[in-house]
């Protein structure tokens, strides 16, 4: 049974918003976000903060993702 960890992407893809945009109003470079998306960058806990407001979360929803993107990532590192 395969378990779908809810990630970065998922929530930023749920607001139908491109990562762009949502750097944009974060204020960092659309690569720094597709590095949070795909695991390889860390984001700060502010970032963070920042992402729930713009997601429309609360900040234990966007930590949940965060720590879903980085099983994502291990896992695929595995294969």
Do not use: W
Request: hydrophobic content about 30%; glycine content about 8%; some cysteine.
């Amino acid at each position: 049974m395969c378990n779908k960890h809810i990630t970065l992407r998922d929530l930023r893809e749920r607001t139908g918003r491109s990562q762009i945009d949502i750097a944009k109003d974060l204020c960092i470079n659309h690569s720094t976000l597709s590095g949070y998306e795909r695991g390889i960058r860390t984001p700060s806990p502010e970032m963070l903060a920042k992402m729930a407001e713009i997601y429309g979360v609360d900040y234990g929803t966007v930590f949940e993702a965060y720590m879903g993107t980085k099983k994502e990532a291990e896992t695929e590192n595995e294969r």
